[in-house]
């Protein structure tokens, strides 16, 4: 069956850059989700096909995709930005996946 | 406002069932594949299950085939979890979740109803 590999945490300083990276088979030829779970609180999409932003998501959020690894990044990181983040993929089995998640530690 | 509103979770013993429900406001729900997503106590997410717009496709991840059995009633805006032989490793948090027009990823989530396998 199909697995995403992603780092089980992040650390960054306050004001630097976040990446969060998501391994998986011809990941690139997948369109590829991240969502964003505070602590105690349900998941939010905060990417989508690849690259696209909801509505409402902060512009320091921007996604990317190419060969096996997909990669969520966070500019200007804030204290707000501590979460989990998952990806997300279809496959054909299982239909959805998720990615282990990555905690991230502003700090 | 847009929103999932889950419920039926509860204390159950193993081998036992329980139904989960979700229900939707202010979407077209009619037109929005459904899913229930899970996610065990200080673990990651774990798909469990999908239905089409009209109900007529079911997908279950292997973890939960053959025990669950996902359903809708678009009349009452309302989607269902069925949830037979019910183990211990089944004990998790179940989120509802609207995927996108697309379908590529899930837009609006729920909060979350508790089920806990024990006896």
């Known amino acids: 069956s199909y697995e995403l590999t992603q780092p089980p945490s992040v650390s960054v300083s306050p004001g630097q850059t976040a990446t969060i990276s998501c391994s998986g088979n011809k990941l690139g030829d997948k369109y590829v989700s991240w969502y964003q779970q505070r602590p105690g609180q349900s998941p939010v999409l905060v990417i989508f096909?690849?690259?696209k932003r909801p509505a409402g998501i902060s512009e320091r959020f921007s996604g990317s995709s190419s060969g096996n690894t997909a990669t969520l990044t966070i500019t200007e990181t804030q204290a707000l930005d501590e979460a989990d983040y998952y990806c997300q993929a279809w496959d054909t089995s299982p239909n959805w996946v998720f990615g282990g998640g990555t905690t991230l530690t502003v700090l | 406002e847009v929103q999932l509103v889950e419920s039926g979770g509860d204390l159950v013993q193993p081998g036992g069932s329980l139904r989960l429900s979700c229900a939707a406001y202010?979407?077209?729900?009619?037109?929005?594949?459904m899913n229930w997503v899970r996610q065990a106590p200080g673990k990651g997410l774990e798909w469990v299950s999908s239905i089409s717009i009209t109900g007529s496709t079911k997908d279950y991840a292997d973890s939960v085939k053959g025990r669950f059995t996902i359903s809708r009633d678009n009349s009452k805006n309302t989607v269902y979890l069925q949830m037979n032989t019910l183990r211990g490793d089944d004990t998790a948090i179940y989120y509802c979740?609207?995927?996108?027009?697309?379908?590529?990823?899930?837009?609006?989530w729920g909060r979350g109803t508790m089920v806990t396998v024990s006896s």
């Open positions: 202010d979407f077209t729900f009619s037109n929005s594949a």
């Open positions: 979740a609207k995927s996108r027009r697309a379908p590529d990823a899930f837009d609006v």
């Open positions: 096909q690849d690259i």
